[in-house]
């Protein structure tokens, strides 16, 4: 292509009819393309059909203008196209016997799954199959497949769970790069057939040889029915663990081969870095570092698309005018062609380059040198005088200011979670042991990794947000905890993604687990000996090496007192020094530190007291933002009005400090619920009096563990309680009266299917005069929330009350209709 990626238009195309029709229509779509076209399996935002591309700094997607990320391309929910990249070009001998085994690629897929012998595919050969010398037969290694799926969303998880399933049947081999790595792979490029933005080049090669001639390359159509790539389990814990020891054998039998091509690769860059005045040690102490760490020394050459070439230190000189410039692999610079393959950001430290070799890498650029402050030049003869003369001005972090600041010109802030997480900041956690801190330092990592704003604000009985937080952006976030094993922060974070429904395609971004206990806990300060001060520990450079090559937006250090080696808790300089590094860090890496700290004695735990923390109150000066988090007693002078006790189970968070925003007057209530992790085996064919009785193990595997969640409460139900405790016996109950005469033999239906009568019932018998569905479902959830309401049923007792069945975004209402049984009949 001659023109950059981030020119021209993304068109939409729309595919109807059933899977083989659907499919057959795209078959003509991909005969028609031409060489400066391609397919991007996601259709572009709603609202336009035809938009601009452009770069990701300067789209305007009110004015047209959008680029090709994985915002405006995400996955479809519902019906959506689904591509499978397949080479086997460089398959080893070994896979290609099993694949004749089993007869062909098709088989082998389906002896793993077998809904894909059911499902309508189109199969087309590809562009380099397009061509070949006069008279000779194309060389045939690469295909394209698409199928069209139930549910796009479950695209990315289901090619890794089909690609799992086929390594553990033995469709296993390992490529070793040119660098020497061994990557596990199976029959289909697991990168490319993920990522729904991926573009798919169709069109027939471009032939410029008189040797060469095309050939044909018409699609096939499989018939069939739409794929429902749900059927697909993922891997159980033993198949995992098998399938663990089979990556590593394969790494093993090849590590004498790969050592070889590693060695080979050190040798030719070493000899390179020489040829420029490099000493042999220091040339090879910068490749090995690159090659392990990925941090690419000043002299190394970066190859670009426009056949320019420049080296790193050229690139430091000036990363903004490369910022976006587009590259070849920094480490194999022919990969794939060597064009259109990486990019350079260099608009924000730290600067790297981004390359999609081999389902993606990322490059720092001699990232050491990047945080060495600059210093200005001075003139030779000032450089020998005799006495220094210091400016205001030549000190990093200062502004002079002689006239009136111009506001026009200031960034607005950015955040995570406003007004609680700012991005550059230290924010602070306090609250006592066992109060949930470390819960909800989870419940965070899970809001910014999934952008899900449903579980940051919850939602009420109508629906509507309860929580005024508002998240700002998402991406990688860390969570160091030095008390909890990694085993036991897995729990906890597996029990919050089932309870709050969140799904594989959710999680856009990693979560770090970074256990304490598990290993070596980390130190980002520490006193060398009794008359020094504190000093930073090679932990911070360890913690900043893990911010970088993750890209965290969101890093949570749990507890703060673990942070530091010899601190003296009561210290004011102490807690000065610790709070001061990982301000400087959050401002250098751009991203918000969450710190959680304990509190003191039992009188200095009142919600929002900024003095709770253990230890010097210096910290509290050095953080922009701080909260804490206390139990809800009802004694509070503001607790009293809301007619709670202890036995409600209910924590707070109020807001001790916001320095860059209005702070919050009411705090945000959590109820603490122990829920499912998920990970019991299920009675199955067992008794269930197995659960309560002599052995407690087997319960437990059954059962499964249980681990704690926080949910958002909406202080009105409380004010509310009494009231709705009252209306039981007057409007909710006739709308409970009704709602069941509705239901009829029914236990449980979906308000959607009986809102409409329901909603003229209500007209009639005066109850409301509302006509919209909104409106309607409003009334009906209003009344039948929280406990339900008591009616009679055909000679019996019930109660009708409103559940969602499961914490999504979009999960509908259900009504409920259960018996009440009194104590007497139990």
Same mark, same amino acid.
Request: net charge neutral.
């Given at each position: ?25 795209l078959g003509r779509v991909l005969e028609q393309l031409t060489p400066r076209q391609a397919l991007i399996c996601a259709p572009p935002p709603a609202g336009r059909d035809e938009w601009d591309i452009a770069r990701s700094d300067s789209q305007s997607p009110s004015n047209g203008s959008i680029a090709r990320t994985q915002d405006n391309f995400p996955p479809v929910s ?20 099993? $694949? ?48 069209? %799926? ?16 086929? =390594? ?7 490529? $070793? ?47 069939g029915g739409m794929l429902d790539t749900s059927l697909l389990p993922p891997l159980t814990e033993d198949e995992k663990r098998e399938l663990a020891a089979r990556i590593a054998d394969l790494k093993r039998s090849l590590s004498a081969e790969a050592d070889a091509v590693r060695r080979a690769y050190e040798d030719k860059r070493v000899a390179e870095l020489i040829s420029r005045g490099r000493d042999p040690e220091s040339a090879r102490r910068s490749v090995i570092g690159a090659l392990d760490r990925h941090d690419l020394p000043r002299d190394w050459d970066i190859h670009f698309d426009d056949n320019s070439t420049a080296t ?39 600067? !790297?380059?981004?390359?999609? !070799? ?24 000032? +450089? ?135 290993? +070596? ?22 913690? =900043? ?6 890209? !965290? +937006?969101?890093? @949570? ?27 400087? =860090? ?8 969450? @710190? ?10 009142? !919600? ?11 910290? @509290? ?22 007619? %709670? ?61 249980? +681990? ?80 339900? %309401? ?14 969602? =069945? ?8 259900? $009504? ?11």
């Open positions: 292509m001659s023109r950059p990626l981030y020119a021209g238009t993304f068109e939409r195309v729309t595919l109807a009819g059933d899977a083989p029709e659907a499919l057959r229509q519902g019906p959506a196209l689904f591509a499978m990249d397949f080479d086997t070009g460089e398959f080893p001998g070994a896979l290609l016997a099993k $694949i004749c085994e089993v007869g062909s690629i098709s088989a082998a897929l389906a002896s793993v799954f077998s809904e894909l012998k059911n499902a309508a595919a189109l199969i087309r050969n590809s562009v380099s199959a397009g061509v070949a010398f006069q008279g000779r037969k194309p060389n045939q290694t690469g295909q394209h497949r698409y199928f069209i %799926v139930a549910n796009g969303a479950d695209i990315a998880d289901f090619a890794s769970r089909l690609a799992d399933r086929l =390594m553990l049947a033995g469709f296993l081999w390992g490529k $070793i790069t040119k660098t020497g790595t061994v990557l596990e792979r199976t029959l289909f490029d697991l990168n490319a057939s993920s990522d729904s933005g991926r573009l798919f080049f169709e069109a027939d090669p471009i032939i410029s040889d008189r040797r060469l001639a095309p050939v044909a390359r018409p699609p096939k159509i499989i018939q790193v230190a050229e690139i430091l000189e000036n990363p903004s005018s490369f910022d976006r410039k587009t590259c070849a692999d920094p480490f194999e610079p022919d990969y794939n062609g060597g064009r259109a393959l990486a990019m350079v950001l260099g608009r924000h430290k730290p600067f !790297a380059i981004q390359s999609f !070799a081999h389902g993606g890498i990322d490059y720092t650029l001699s990232l050491a040198e990047q945080y060495f402050d600059e210093l200005p030049d001075e003139p030779e003869h000032e +450089a020998h005088a005799t006495t220094e003369t210091v400016t205001p001005e030549s000190f990093h972090g200062l502004d002079i200011v002689r006239g009136l600041v111009d506001p026009a010109a200031l960034p607005v802030r950015k955040w995570l979670i406003a007004p609680r997480l700012p991005i550059g900041d230290v924010a602070q956690c306090v609250g006592e042991p066992g109060i949930s801190k470390s819960t909800f330092a989870l419940r965070d990592a899970l809001i910014v990794a999934t952008g899900r704003e449903d579980i940051l604000r919850g939602r009420d009985q109508t629906g509507a947000p309860i929580g005024q937080e508002r998240l700002h952006s998402a991406g990688a976030v860390i969570v160091y905890n030095a008390e909890d094993r990694l085993e036991e922060m897995r729990r906890r974070l597996a029990a919050a993604q089932r309870h709050y429904g969140v799904a594989a395609a959710d999680m856009k971004h990693p979560i770090v687990l970074w256990s304490g206990v598990d290993q +070596a806990s980390l130190k980002i300060m520490h006193r060398p000996d009794n008359r020094s001060p504190l000093k930073r520990a090679p932990g911070a450079d360890l913690l =900043m090496a893990t911010i970088r090559q993750f890209q !965290a +937006a969101l890093v @949570v250090l749990d507890p703060q007192i673990s942070l530091t080696a010899g601190s003296v808790e009561n210290s004011n300089d102490d807690a000065d020094a610790l709070l001061q590094e990982l301000a400087r =860090m959050a401002s250098n890496l751009h991203c918000a530190i969450a @710190v959680v700290h304990h509190t003191s004695k039992q009188s200095r735990q009142a !919600a929002g007291d900024m003095g709770a923390g253990r230890g010097g109150f210096a910290a @509290v000066g050095k953080v922009r933002s701080a909260y804490t988090i206390v139990h809800v007693t009802g004694g509070a002078e503001d607790e009293r009005s809301w007619g %709670v006790t202890r036995e409600d189970e209910l924590i707070r968070l109020d807001y001790s400090k916001i320095s860059h925003d209005r702070k919050p007057a009411v705090p945000q209530i959590f109820r603490r619920e122990s829920v499912p992790v998920g990970n019991g085996t299920g009675i199955g064919s067992a008794k269930p009096a197995i659960l309560f009785e002599a052995d407690p193990f087997a319960a437990l595997q059954q059962q499964g563990d249980r +681990a704690p969640v926080l949910l958002l409460v909406d202080l009105r139900q409380f004010a509310d309680r009494e009231k709705t405790k009252q209306a039981d016996s007057g409007e909710a109950q006739r709308i409970a009266q009704i709602v069941t005469d509705i239901m009829g033999d029914q236990d449980q239906i979906s308000l959607r299917d009986v809102a409409a009568a329901v909603g003229e019932r209500l007209r009639a018998e005066g109850l409301t005069r509302a006509t919209s569905r909104q409106d309607i479902d409003g009334k009906i959830v209003s009344a039948l929330g929280g406990g339900g %309401v008591t009616v009679e049923q055909a000679g019996r007792s019930v109660c009708v009350m409103m559940r969602k =069945m499961s914490s999504g975004p979009k999960a509908p209402w259900m $009504i409920l209709r259960k018996m009440v049984v009194s104590e007497g009949s139990k």
